[in-house]
């Protein structure tokens, strides 16, 4: 079993910047694929990014285009976190933003972690909101 819990959401202007925290704990997280996913008030969960395990300690990540170029998702495993820096933020960023794990260690091709299904566990989310 993992938990995940989510921090570093809130209210911030348009241009502006966040770094969301996940914080796992249960289990190493070091061979786990993470990602990133966001909901909006009337719509679906949708991709933000990933960063896969590669197996070793070499990881690939992977973005949304709407997000590519302002988002960066990294990890310290030795604090068992995972992060999602975010600049230059949009009203249309706003967002519960949720921490997923995908815990079986198969490598699979990068475009499979951008599919809800395929993670095993979810944060409760964190709300971020971008004021234009």
């Known amino acids: 079993q993992v938990q995940l819990v989510e921090s570093g959401g809130g209210l911030v202007q348009a241009g502006g910047s966040l770094r969301l925290s996940c914080a796992a704990s249960g289990r190493t997280i070091s061979s786990a694929t993470m990602g990133w996913f966001r909901q909006a008030p009337g719509k679906e969960r949708e991709f933000v990014a990933t960063?896969?395990?590669?197996?070793?300690?070499?990881?690939?990540?992977d973005y949304a285009d709407s997000v590519k170029g302002r988002f960066t998702i990294s990890r310290d495993n030795a604090k068992n976190t995972v992060y999602l820096q975010m600049n230059s933020l949009r009203p249309e960023d706003t967002a519960v933003y949720y921490c997923?794990?995908?815990?079986?260690?198969?490598?699979?091709?990068?475009?499979?972690?951008?599919?809800?299904?395929?993670?095993?566990?979810w944060g409760q989310g964190t709300q971020v909101t971008v004021s234009s």
């Open positions: 960063i896969r395990w590669n197996g070793g300690n070499t990881y690939t990540a």
């Open positions: 997923a794990a995908e815990t079986d260690r198969y490598f699979r091709e990068i475009n499979y972690y951008r599919l809800r299904g395929t993670y095993d566990y």
